[in-house]
């Protein structure tokens, strides 16, 4: 059973980044006693259903939020499982209105990446916008941004990690080619020699190792990205969330007493970072409580030309997600050229949030 102060703490990052205020939040938190499998008072129940009577108002999106909140941080039963397909099922419901976000799964030998796209066009093949979020937040989470991309030049593939959401593949050492399957999968319909992966936590550290095999990863913007000392460091490791090691131990199919010595090889070593040649901008939380500050000092010092955005924030940076948001999507704008007048806009909004002015970038 998770720890429920936990949740509740870390589930915050995820509410703000989905829209959600502290008001309306906050009551709903206050009605969780437990943690159990669906039961009245239970995390599961309430979320769940604060999102039915949005989903009977007609409020898909909304729905699709307190689902998504219901299954967090990973399906560990049947009440969990029912909240990630009414989650689906409620965003599906949602997209319909927009005809050009389209489902697209990529089967594999270990398993299957269920994915949402847009722009994809055969006649028009456009640059490519991979954007996964980390070990707890599933597509539906990011998908909406799908809707944007084509103003900005780009098609948009929206996926998860391995493990994660509806993305059967385990979590394993080589889980990095899972982008390389997406980008062959939509080579006909993309410019994929021009892709760039908009990847947070630890999908970043997978797009980095992804970008070291395949060229047509053409950048990366991370936020909170794991890099070595994560995975190197057992004080460091024995201090991390419980939540975060249960999740690691549920998507590589290990215990968490185990999960730690399992991917232990799977950091970067320094002298890998520095063969990098693409762009690289990463987004640091100061007073991350899960990531080491060494792996963030490591990406500034070994990956040449990165260019970095710090929060005095915690893992996620639930305070500054606007600005991240914002950043990081002109931090691909950069990376491709381009989108002249739509950087100049994103510009003075990041100005006007980070600054309280419109005119510094």
């Not at 206050?30 to 039961?39: F, K, L, V």
């Not at 066009?121 to 991309?149: N, T, Y």
């Not at 030309?305 to 929060?311: D, E, P, Y």
Request: net charge negative.
């Amino acid at each position: 059973m998770n720890d429920l102060a936990e949740l509740k703490n870390f589930v915050v990052a995820h509410t703000h980044a989905q829209g959600l205020s502290p008001d309306h939040y906050n009551p709903l938190l206050e009605r969780i006693r437990h943690d159990e499998n669906g039961t009245p008072g239970s995390w599961v129940r309430e979320w769940s259903a604060a999102g039915d009577r949005l989903a009977a108002e007609g409020a898909l999106l909304d729905a699709c939020v307190h689902y998504n909140m219901a299954r967090f941080p990973f399906v560990d039963g049947t009440a969990r499982q029912e909240a990630l397909e009414r989650c689906t099922a409620a965003f599906d419901a949602w997209r319909a209105q927009f005809p050009a976000v389209r489902r697209l799964d990529v089967e594999l030998d270990g398993g299957r990446v269920r994915c949402w796209t847009a722009g994809l066009d055969a006649a028009d093949p456009k640059p490519l916008l991979v954007m996964v979020g980390g070990i707890v937040s599933i597509k539906e989470q990011w998908a909406p941004v799908l809707l944007q991309l084509g103003a900005l030049g780009f098609a948009g593939v929206v996926t998860e990690m391995p493990g994660v959401g509806e993305n059967t593949l385990p979590y394993e050492a080589d889980s990095w080619r899972m982008f390389s399957a997406v980008l062959d999968a939509v080579g006909d319909r993309a410019d994929t020699a021009h892709t760039y992966a908009l990847a947070l936590s630890f999908s970043g550290h997978l797009a980095l190792r992804a970008a070291l095999h395949d060229s047509r990863i053409s950048g990366v913007a991370g936020a909170g990205t794991p890099v070595r000392d994560f995975f190197t460091d057992p004080g460091w490791q024995r201090e991390v969330p419980r939540v975060t090691t249960d999740t690691l131990a549920q998507l590589t199919g290990s215990k968490p007493g185990e999960v730690y010595g399992l991917i232990r090889d799977w950091a970067l070593a320094p002298e890998e970072l520095e063969a990098l040649r693409i762009p690289v901008a990463h987004v640091t939380s100061l007073r991350d409580e899960i990531i080491p500050p060494g792996d963030a000092r490591l990406l500034r010092e070994r990956v040449r030309g990165i260019r970095l955005l710090a929060h005095d924030d915690v893992h996620g940076s639930p305070l500054h997600f606007a600005q991240t948001r914002l950043w990081m999507l002109l931090s691909v704008l950069r990376m491709r050229g381009g989108a002249g007048e739509q950087r100049t806009a994103l510009t003075r909004e990041f100005a006007r949030l980070r600054y309280g002015r419109g005119d510094r970038s």
